[in-house]
């Protein structure tokens, strides 16, 4: 069985060790399983209890919660259970536990039946009424979308009311593209029957693994079930690397829609594809060369369509390509590819740079934006900090004078790497604390070893409510040691736990357990609180949804005494850096403040800000189909960009120009020259790729 590994780090080895016990219990009962069970659910349950930091056995209120996931998981939106159905589950699943225990899953068999009687209802209700010759669109319709602001219907009545609403905004959502009414009305119809046929098609497995997932989620929010497919994925996004063909696909009105083709792979290489191509049909080869009959994919799960194009490296697969012709019409081709090792290039750390004058000399800023904490635990596999501590040295060799760390849409990822990349910047000493379920014991300290400093210079961290997990471990450390200024978002996202994943034997895919909490070297928790920034501009994630705070059974936080280390500070030497003081924080800000509240760009977040607040959760169709066709006429324009117009996108956001600026401003004083000396920073000047 392969090593427990975490989304932050190895999980403890006691942990690892009950893992492996109960997985071997587990392929014991399933040698000759190649699919997800119902005996193995109980099983799969006690992997999660057996680690988890809070729970060790199965009680009411745990039930009570799964219960509660598995009616999210199904209709989250409310738009298809009536509150009469609601009470019916409940019934339904009480003693689920127990149930489980026996090897007995007809409730879950029972409760998806009725789901699916209810889908098959607003299926029926939604044709009736869009082909229905009086139909109108309403602009003026009002909706509340928010399932949070709504109760489930209590009758079928209550239930077409909100649904001739509902119907008003999907047609909304087409007629943004410039689509004609009737042919939006065919296709709102068209993907309600794709619903009824989803939702019929749903196997056991799957009815299984949503259940397994809606009891982890019971446990606290980041505790999940991976199926097998889902653990697939995870681990492309862990590794940066998949075999496949190397395009992005996307499911759009029941076709697979080649979105774009990725360098390094065969699809693009092959110089026949397209994005915006359709892929109608998928083929095989046989070892022997010769191809095996076509298999139609039109209507095809996204998910079941990747299965059959990806594949080992050196196999082939044939695809058959729909494409809409240049005089109208559509021409079919097919096109025989050899798959291939793809690098996810797009989700690695990058590097850019841009100019700022300071004290009349133009220096070089480097922008280092780092998606997430990806590492792949193959031996010689690829991680971030390596790829950090290789661009790190580009930008000495390069005579970067200041350096600009973007963690602003980073979620998270291995917390090895988390310790690694924040000891770049420093010579030796603590980074985080980890906790465990083991309350008698002292949470461990995870320190960096190396006394290498990779970077020396001024650090400017940008951050946003979305940084996340890992993220908040590298700027709260980077904060503690007064080594970087934390910029951008008011707080992240508040997330501090820590998460074991442990694969499964094959075909069972893996569970993901909240193992213990950390904290950084400060003693702080970044549970619910996050990292606070130290200059903070508008952004469009602060919003009052977004945090940790706001999901379901989050675990409370709690603090450590601080357990910085003396050693990690270098005062002389090549390998010296200077600290952040308080005062320098407040000049930089009060620059800052002056610069953002004349920015146009930071203005237009603000206004977006105000007017999503004002809204609330009513959405008014008049201004939200205006607001979506400029939303999706944004995201055609910039689909099938290559990576030179996407770095050219990145380096014009306010955020991005607005760091570089504050680091060209700490450059400044960390070198004892006073502000009103140095050139205001000027976000226009130009930038280099």
């Avoid at 069972?508 to 996050?530: D, E, I, N, W």
């Avoid at 919003?543 to 450590?560: A, R, V």
């Amino acid at each position: 069985m392969k090593r427990s590994l975490s989304v932050l780090s190895l999980a403890a080895s006691a942990s690892v060790s009950a893992a492996v016990v109960l997985s071997v219990s587990l392929a014991a009962t399933t040698a000759q399983a190649a699919t997800l069970t119902c005996p193995n659910l109980d099983k799969i349950e006690q992997v999660f209890l057996n680690q988890h930091i809070l729970y060790k056995d199965g009680d009411a209120a745990l039930e009570a919660r799964t219960i509660e996931q598995y009616i999210k998981r199904l209709d989250s939106a409310k738009i298809y259970l009536l509150e009469s159905d609601i009470a019916d589950i409940k019934k339904q699943l009480k003693g689920i536990f127990a149930q489980l225990r026996k090897g007995e899953c007809g409730s879950l068999d029972k409760v998806q039946k009725l789901f699916e009687t209810r889908v098959t209802d607003r299926a029926a209700y939604a044709k009736k009424t869009l082909q229905a010759k009086g139909f109108k669109f309403e602009p003026k319709t009002e909706l509340m979308l928010d399932p949070d602001a709504r109760k489930y219907s209590k009758n079928r009545a209550e239930a077409d009311a909100f649904q001739a609403k509902y119907l008003q905004f999907q047609v909304s959502n087409y007629l943004a593209t410039n689509m004609k009414q009737p042919e939006a009305q065919e296709q709102v119809v068209r993907n309600y029957d794709r619903v009824v046929k989803r939702v019929k098609d749903t196997k056991l497995e799957d009815i299984y693994s949503g259940y397994l997932d809606s009891f982890g989620r019971a446990l606290d929010p980041h505790t999940s079930y991976f199926s097998a497919d889902t653990w697939d994925d995870f681990e492309i996004s862990m590794s940066l690397s998949l075999e496949g063909i190397g395009a992005t696909l996307s499911s759009q009105d029941g076709f697979t829609v080649i979105e774009q083709l990725i360098d390094g792979g065969s699809a693009k290489a092959s110089n026949k594809l397209l994005a915006q191509d359709k892929i109608v049909a998928v083929g095989q080869f046989k070892p022997t060369g010769e191809t095996e009959a076509m298999e139609n994919v039109v209507e095809m799960e996204l998910r079941d369509v990747v299965k059959r194009i990806r594949g080992p490296k050196g196999t082939k697969v044939r695809l058959e390509i729909l494409r809409k012709g240049e005089k109208g019409g559509s021409d079919h081709l097919f096109v025989d590819l050899i798959r291939d090792k793809i690098k996810l290039e797009d989700d690695a750390a990058q590097l850019t740079w841009t100019d700022r004058e300071v004290n009349g000399k133009k220096e070089k800023i480097a922008i280092l934006n780092l998606p997430s904490f990806y590492a792949d635990s193959r031996r010689g596999g690829r991680s971030s900090a390596d790829d950090m501590a290789r661009l790190l040295k580009e930008a000495r060799e390069k005579n970067a004078a200041a350096l600009v760390l973007d963690l602003s849409q980073n979620g998270g990822g291995s917390l090895d790497d988390a310790v690694r990349i924040a000891g770049l910047f420093f010579k030796t000493g603590n980074v985080v604390k980890q906790s465990s379920r083991d309350h008698s014991q002292a949470a461990t300290a995870l320190a960096d070893r190396d006394p290498a400093v990779n970077w020396a210079g001024p650090v400017v961290v940008l951050t946003s409510r979305i940084s996340a997990s890992a993220s908040e471990i590298v700027a709260g450390t980077l904060k503690d040691y007064d080594r970087a200024v934390i910029v951008g978002g008011d707080h992240t996202f508040g997330k501090g736990s820590v998460q074991s994943v442990v694969p499964l034997p094959p075909k069972l895919g893996a569970v993901k357990v909240t193992v213990g909490m950390f904290y950084t070297a400060g003693g702080y928790s970044t549970q619910h609180r996050g990292v606070p920034g130290d200059i903070v501009w508008p952004s469009p994630f602060a919003t009052d949804e977004i945090g940790e705070n706001k999901l379901d059974y989050s675990l409370k936080p709690d603090q450590l005494p601080k357990f910085t280390s003396a050693e990690a500070y270098v005062t002389s030497g090549p390998d010296a850096w200077k600290k952040v003081e308080a005062p320098m924080i407040s000049q930089l800000k009060t620059r800052s403040d002056a610069r953002v509240s004349k920015n146009p760009e930071f203005a237009k977040i603000t206004e977006e800000l105000k007017k999503t607040q004002e809204r609330a959760k009513l959405i008014k169709l008049s201004e939200a189909l205006k607001d979506t066709k400029e939303k999706k006429d944004e995201a055609e324009s910039k689909k099938n960009q290559n990576k030179e117009e996407k770095t050219a996108d990145y380096m014009k956001k306010p955020e991005v120009m607005e760091a570089a600026n504050v680091a060209a401003d700490l450059i400044a004083l960390q070198n004892g020259i006073r502000l009103t000396d140095a050139s205001s920073p000027d976000a226009s000047k130009k930038t280099k790729n």
